[in-house]
């Protein structure tokens, strides 16, 4: 299909991921052209849509994208009405509609629902949806299920806070949530270095 229109965006917390994705995803094509991505919070598609025009270029490659479409409590001010649309729109626009599963709803919803259906394992993960400690928490033990060996997961926001330095509640961020994670884990994967810190990215062993 022929490009139409250009995406649009209202915010951009992705780009200052490029760099590191573009290189953990250049290695991982290395051994796997054609990469099975599963993103959990696609919000209006721009990490979808970079995935897309960069990473999937055949059509055998394929993204999952979970999101309640709903935002998060931290987009409380947001008129998020139309947020699923907008997505869907996006990734018409860059042509690669038949590439994108879209399974609207909780992340824990669907990814139980994963789990149960014993999908093929993915490649790379992005956890991105809610930033509650509780639900990364869950999101990052599903999301290891479903994961390949070898497979990355990129947990964005690791050091993000709203709150003011010494005022931060732990149970309301993803940090906690992610050290808990890959400590329990510890024996079962590692922590890839030197990225910076505002994501992290852990390889299955
Ligand atoms: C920070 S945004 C994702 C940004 C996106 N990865 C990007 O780079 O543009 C978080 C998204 O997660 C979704 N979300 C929040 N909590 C969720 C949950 N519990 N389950 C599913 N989606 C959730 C929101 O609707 C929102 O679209």
Known sequence: MSK???????QD???????????ILTQLTKKTPNLRILEIGVF????????LENFCKTPESTIMAIDSFEGGIEHKSMELGGLKKQFEDNIASVG??????VRPGLSLDQ???LVAENTKPFDFISVDASHQA?????????AFQLLKPSGVIA????????????????????????????????QKLRI???FPLYQLYIQKH
């Open 4 to 10: 139409k229109l250009s995406p649009t965006f209202t």
């Open 13 to 23: 917390w992705f780009s200052r991921s490029i760099p590191s994705w573009s290189h």
């Open 44 to 51: 209006e598609g721009r990490s979808t849509c970079w995935l």
């Open 96 to 101: 690669s509609s038949a590439q994108v599963v």
């Open 111 to 113: 990814l139980c629902r």
């Open 134 to 142: 509780a639900d990364v928490l869950s999101d990052a033990v599903l």
């Open 155 to 186: 947990f964005d926001d690791y050091i993000w806070s709203p709150m003011r330095p010494g005022t931060e509640n732990p149970l309301l961020l993803p940090k906690s949530a992610i050290d808990a994670f890959t400590t329990i884990y510890s």
């Open 192 to 194: 890839l270095p030197n």
